[in-house]
Each structure stands twice: as C-alpha cells, then as structure tokens.
C-alpha cells in the first residue's frame, strides 16, 4: 500500500448528526481546517455551499468526497480526484449563472481568477527580480571598494557618475578601494594588492556566511537550486513550506548574498523557485486554485515561465522551459497563461531596468558578421565539449553530492563547508581577471566582438591574445569546472546556469581565438580556399560568436535542454542570426550526453534525493506484468478458485476492509497497526471482490467526527459502505454510513496488464496508484513508488 508519512490534521469543528429516525449517523464534516467550507452533509456540493437536493433524482448514486482535500507531507497527489473535483464545483458555478446578477458575477470571476492570479504573480516576479539584481550587483562592487560620495551606486553606475572613465573597466576617481579608505594609496605595492585581497575574501566569506545562516535558523528549504524539487512539485509530490512565505523572503536575501559573494553560482535557477514561490502564496488568494492541488499546479507552471523571463528576459524561452524542462501537465489554457505571465514579469523587469541598459536581453550582442558553412565543424566540436564536460559535471557532483550526504561531518556542518568553498573561491579568483569579476560580467566581456580596440583588453590584443588571454582563460575554465562540482549543492541559494553558460563561453572564446589564428595563417598563404576568404577583423572569425555556441553546448550537456535552450540564448543575446550555430552545438550536446547518461544535471538530483518523479517524457521498454511489480509480491500463478489457504495467506499481506462487517473498533485497530495510505473495499475476507477504495485521510476524519460528537456510535458501531444499512436496535449501538466517502471507480488493471501499460497510465494520468485484479478480485496494488523502484531495479540489472 502507499504510505503515510506523518498523520493527518483533524478539524475542530466536526460533527455528527442522527438522522430523524434516529436509527443511524450521517457523517458531517466542517473541512475548513483542511481548506474548505463548511458543508451541510458529507458530499462534494457542501464545499461551495449549503445544498439540499429536493427529490431522490437529485441525488446521485455515488457521492464523491469534498471538492478540497489536504494532502500529508511527502505525498502524491491524486490528479484524477482533484480534477473531477474541480468540474464538479464548475458545472455548480455554472447552473447559477441565471441567479443574475450575483450568479454571473461569480461566474465571471470564476472564469478570470487564472488570468487575474498570473497577472499578480508576474507582477510581483517582475518587481522581485529588478531587486535582486541591483542588490546582488551593488554587493558584489563591495568586495573591491565603495562609492564615496553615494554608497548605494555599483561601480558601475558610480563611475558614470563621475564622467572621468574612457571605457568600461578603467578606474574612476569616485570609486573609493579599501586601501584608500585606510588612508595607504600607494597603488603599485606589494602591499596594497594584498589589502585589495584580504578585503575581497573578507566580503566574500562574510556574504557567503550570512546566507548560510539565514537559511539554517529560517528556511532550510531556501537552499540550492529548486528546480529538482520545482520539477516534483508540479508532477504531483507535496512538500510542505518548500514553497512558503519565509523560503521566497529568506531565498530572496540569500541570493543576493550568495550571488554576490562571487561564489561559482548563479540566479536563474533559484529565481524559478522563488517565481513558484509568488505563484503558490498568490494562489490561496483564489480558492480554485489555493485549495486543490492539480489547479494549483497550472499556476505553478505559469509561475515557473515567468521565473526564466525575468531570469534570462526570455519570455518565450520561459514558457518553453516550463513546458520542456519543468511542467508535468501542461493544458493549452496554461500554456497561454504562462505566456502572459513571462510577459508581464518581462515588462515590469524592464521597467525596473535593473542594470541600467534599456535592454530586456542579458547579454546583448551585435555581431555585424556572417558565419560561414566551414565554422559549422568547430560550432560541432563545441557541442561534442559540452555534452563531455556536461556529464563529467553530473559524475562528479553527484558522486560528490552523495558524499556530503552521507557524511555527517560534512553534512552536518553546512556554515563550515560554505566557508572553506567560498574562502577558496575568493583567495583564487582574485588573481585572474576574468573570475575576479561577476561571472555575468565576465560573460558579457566573452561575448563582446572587438572592434573598439581596446587596448587594456587582452582579448582584443591580437599580441597578447594567445600569450596572456588564452592561459587565463584555459586557467579560468579548469578553476570554474573544479569549484562548480563542490558550489552546487552547498547550503545556500545556488543556481547552476550562469556557471554553465560561463564555462561555456570561455571554452568557446579559447576555440574561437584558436579558429581565428588558423584563418589568419591561411589567408596570409598564397593560393587559398574561397572558403577562408574574408577581411580580417571585419567578418572572419568572430571569437565572441564561438563564446556564445559554446555557452548554449555546456548548458545543454549539463541540463540536456534543446528547443528552450535554443530559444532562450537567441532570447539573452538578442542575436537571431546565429540560431543554426546554436542549434547545431546544442544538438551535438545533447547526443553526446545522452549517449553518456541518460540523465541530466536536475534528474540526477532528484533520483539521489528518492522524489518520486516518474519523467512523463522517457521510453520504458519493460517486457513484465503487472502482478510482477505489485505488492504483496505473489510468485505463484493465480487460480480463478483460490483455496482457503491461499486467501487467508493473501488477506495477512494485503489491508482490505470489508463493506459490512467491520466494527468502528476494527477500522481504528486497522489504522494503528498499519500506516498505509489507503485501504481497498471489499465484498468480503473471503471472496475478495473489489468494491471500491478509501483513503486513510478520509476515514481517520469520519471516525474521528463520529467518536467526538456522538455518543450513540461507540466502538462496537458496525460500519456500512454500502446502501443496505440495517435499523438499530433500540438502545444498541447505531450503525456507521460511510458510503459517501467511498470512490466507487478507481482505477484498476488486471494482473496480466504489461508493465509498459501501467507506467503509461501513471504518467498520462498523474495516477497516485492502481488496484491489481483479476475476475473483480483484488490481488494487490501498485503505487508510484513501486513503479520507480521497478524502474531502478531494471536499470541496475
């Protein structure tokens, strides 16, 4: 049976009423305290309100249980429930639409509460975003100094200000360094480059540290990436407070420490988590989505668009992320909100203009220039770097992920392990120039074309090129690959894509420098190729273009992302000439990786965690049954007449509970000896023939009600799941109709059903388990836990 991880919440206010007659209890329950209204009897339309049917045809055969359920911890949806549930309340919305005006007033809100809920959440994930990037960029300018005359500028904006800088990088008087704050100017020194570096590890380690610490004491679930988890949630796995208030203000701050403390990590995977975050606190304001678990998750879809747009400015790239990499059901209505939600969030994040530019693409590129079909093979052995580099990434950070696991000396001593990582990252990174900068700026610089010359830029040096450039970034790419594999997964808010695209573009940069040399030696050759004819520095080999396609190859070997990634570089870079170069890189990534693992960079953190994602978009290629892989495990062949001995074996490993029968007493003796999460009815112990399934949050609720208010239903109470429900004797115990409650249809397959069925059920259905019978005789069940280890058995074999 599927498991309970933890109790289920009781209401305060239930109650149990006789019927007129006195002859029997009907069950009433209040399930506010599980996230909904009070209800006049036990069934689905007392969740909107107090309904009466008038005559017996009014009243239907089988009576589901209320519209909002609460899920424990650590549990699995059930899709099918959740979605009938919410038809049910739309068709009673809709039957009052002729009460006018208030009818058709609910019913217009009712149908505009998605668009109304996307609009808040990319509102606030627009505003959230603009103050993380100022925030982090202002921080990040502390290592080095402060601006004297307005402390709350970034160099950046602090120079402009001054008006006495010629490019980008060079210093300007209004920018005070920290040696100049201790009164020592003696720039050319020893000993102010050793100040300098004292303070940059000094500001690092104490960012660094305090976001560790805000994490530990308040939000434990503020760390890391959050797209695994992201990727579960909206598969149908609950995990409590991972999307709460105290994880998005406590993640909001964090990232800006983390990010800025020059740490190798990035913004864009955790800004997704914080976006889902708006998404799930908003929805509780619209109670069709607050309060049911599957709708909820159409918000979160849109929410997780939304939080790529803002990352990257990528809106369409957002909505193909959600759709691609993290959405598990994903109806065409939610692929047009979370347009409208990448979109919103877009345009309040260039409203805000975080860093100033007046530009929506991150790293913006002009490359007047056209590629040339012979660049097609080193775009190709870009992508063939990635999809390696990409999957020595995965082997490396998780086997080293396992290891802080299942050390408790690393494990349980998080603030020390991010304080070594983030002293070795600063001490290191300040003695070469391209990672002592943010990684974006140092992305921003690989990108950049060089016709402006500058001659302090030994990129754009044609004699310092290949003597200083190319060992500092080939130094830089081996540093960033070593430090990522120990940064991801520390206990801080820590993204992974801007350390990808970063590794990326300096191994493209390299190859592009190397590409350009070798066109420079041919054209120089008398008698050459058509083919390496162009003007040099004007539109032969672009080093910058390289650095982009090697960007989009890393990424998509360490996240096996296609179509989105495609889109979503096109989108930061807002070069849409360069798409078949990226197309090729990423495609040749994502071959080579696959061909190395299977997995990506987020799967394998799930399958290490043990989340119960079944991927909707694998090929499982299993030739077994389904009486193979249930529990109880049976390994003899099942006969249409099973003896008594084998019935009494089968009812010792399988929990059933008969329709009649049972007393109050049994059920509760039932629920203390066993923690499963639900329990099939049946006819009787011995014929075993399916008459539907309970779930253990719903009987522990009727029981509970029943034991609190009413004095007639005691433990000898004889228990009734279906419609012949005898008088009472006067004065004995009254019976206990729990008909209700009961699903009449679950979903059931026979013993013989092939394996490959059963796991299409599961992931087109969003099944939380299966009943496994053979002749209307139930024989076990299968859950989506059993299907994974299944899954892990055969891989290991």
């Known amino acids: 049976m599927e498991r309970a991880g933890r109790s289920s919440t009781l209401g305060s206010s239930d109650e149990v009423e006789l019927e007129p007659s006195g002859t029997s209890a009907t069950i009433h329950l209040d399930m506010t305290a599980g996230g909904g209204s009070s209800s006049s009897d036990f069934n689905p339309f007392g969740a909107i309100d107090d309904v009466r049917f008038k005559t017996d045809d009014d009243l239907p055969d089988v009576m589901a249980p209320p519209f909002f359920s609460k899920y424990g911890d650590f549990h699995t949806i059930d899709w099918q429930r959740d979605l009938a549930r919410d038809r049910l309340r739309h068709k009673m919305i809709s039957k009052k639409k002729v009460d006018f005006p208030l009818g058709l007033l609910q019913s217009g809100w009712d149908a505009g509460a998605g668009w109304i809920c996307v609009l808040f959440v990319g509102l606030a994930a627009g505003a959230t975003a603009g103050i993380i990037d100022i925030g982090a960029r202002w921080m990040s300018d502390l290592k080095t100094g402060v601006c004297a005359d307005r402390f709350w500028l970034d160099r950046e904006h602090c120079c402009w200000s001054s008006n006495d800088t010629f490019y980008k990088d060079d210093s300007c008087s209004a920018w005070t360094k920290w040696p100049w704050m201790i009164n020592y100017y003696n720039s050319s020194s020893l000993l102010f480059s050793f100040i300098e570096w004292i303070f940059y590890i000094g500001w690092a380690v104490a960012m660094s540290t305090l976001a560790v610490l805000f994490v530990k004491i308040f939000a434990p679930y503020a760390c890391g990436s959050g797209i695994p988890e992201i990727k579960c949630i909206l598969s149908g796995f609950v995990i409590r407070g991972y999307l709460g208030k105290w994880t998005f203000i406590i993640k909001s701050v964090g990232l800006i420490l983390s990010s800025a403390s020059g740490l190798s990590l990035g913004k864009e995977g955790p800004m997704v988590h914080l976006a889902c975050c708006i998404g799930n606190i908003f929805s509780y304001l619209f109670p069709k989505y607050g309060l049911n678990e599957a709708k909820k998750r159409e918000i979160l879809s849109a929410s997780a668009a939304a939080g790529v747009s803002v990352a990257f400015g990528a809106p369409i790239g957002g909505v193909l992320f959600s759709l691609e990499e993290a959405s598990y059901y994903f109806p065409l209505k939610t692929m047009w909100r979370s347009f409208f939600c990448a979109l919103v969030a877009g345009i309040i994040l260039r409203f805000v203009n975080p860093f100033g530019s007046n530009q929506t693409s ?436």
């Open 362 to 797: 991150l790293f913006h590129v002009d490359y007047m220039m056209k590629w040339t079909f012979i660049e097609l093979v080193p775009f190709a052995l870009l992508g063939l770097f990635g999809g390696i580099l990409g999957s020595l990434f995965i082997f490396a950070n998780i086997r080293w992920s396992r290891f802080r696991k299942n050390s408790k000396m690393l494990g349980g001593n998080p603030i020390y392990e991010v304080m070594v990582i983030t002293l070795i990252t600063a001490a290191i990174s300040y003695f070469n120039p391209f990672t002592r900068k943010s990684a974006l700026s140092m992305i921003q610089q690989l990108f950049d074309r060089c016709e402006d010359q500058v001659e302090e830029d030994s990129l754009c040096d044609q004699n310092k090129a290949l003597s200083i450039a190319f060992g500092q970034l080939l130094w830089a790419l081996i540093f960033k690959f070593i430090i990522t594999i120990f940064t991801f997964g520390i206990k801080v808010p820590c993204g992974l894509f801007v350390p990808s695209i970063g590794m990326g573009a300096i191994a493209g940069r390299i190859l592009g420098i190397t590409v350009d040399q070798i066109f420079r030696a041919v054209q120089a050759t008398p008698g050459h190729s058509e083919y390496f004819t162009c003007q040099i520095g004007k539109d032969c080999v672009m080093p910058g273009l390289y650095a982009m396609v090697g960007a989009a190859a890393v990424l998509g070997g360490v996240t096996r992302m296609t179509v989105s990634l495609v889109v979503i570089m096109f989108e930061l870079t807002g070069s849409l000439e360069f798409i078949v170069p990226t197309m090729v890189a990423t495609m040749f990534s994502k071959w080579i990786g696959d061909g190395i693992s299977k997995m990506g960079i987020y799967e394998a953190h799930i399958e290490l965690n043990g989340y119960p994602f079944l991927d909707s978009k694998g090929e499982y290629p299993y030739s077994t049954v389904a009486s193979q892989v249930m529990r109880p495990s049976i390994h003899r062949q099942v006969a249409d007449e099973m003896s008594m001995s084998d019935l009494r074996e089968l009812k010792n490993e399988l929990s059933v509970i008969t329709e009649s029968g049972m007393t109050l007493g049994d059920l509760e003796s039932l629920l203390r000896q066993t923690d499963f999460n639900g329990f099939p009815v049946v006819v009787s112990q011995n014929s075993m023939h399916l008459v539907g399934f309970i779930t253990r949050r719903d009987i522990l609720l009727a029981l509970h009600t029943a034991r609190k208010t009413q004095p007639y239903v005691v433990t000898n109470s004889i228990a009734y799941f279906s419609d012949g429900v005898p008088d009472s004797v006067p004065g004995g115990p009254a019976p206990l109709r729990l008909r209700k409650i009961l699903d009449m249809a679950p979903m059931t397959v026979t013993d013989q059903t092939p394996m490959e069925t059963v796991i299409d059920m599961f992931r087109k259905l969003g099944l939380r388990h299966v009943l496994v019978t053979k002749n209307g005789k139930v024989l076990g069940i299968i859950t989506k836990k059993d299907i994974l280890q299944f899954m892990r058995n055969k891989d290991s074999q």
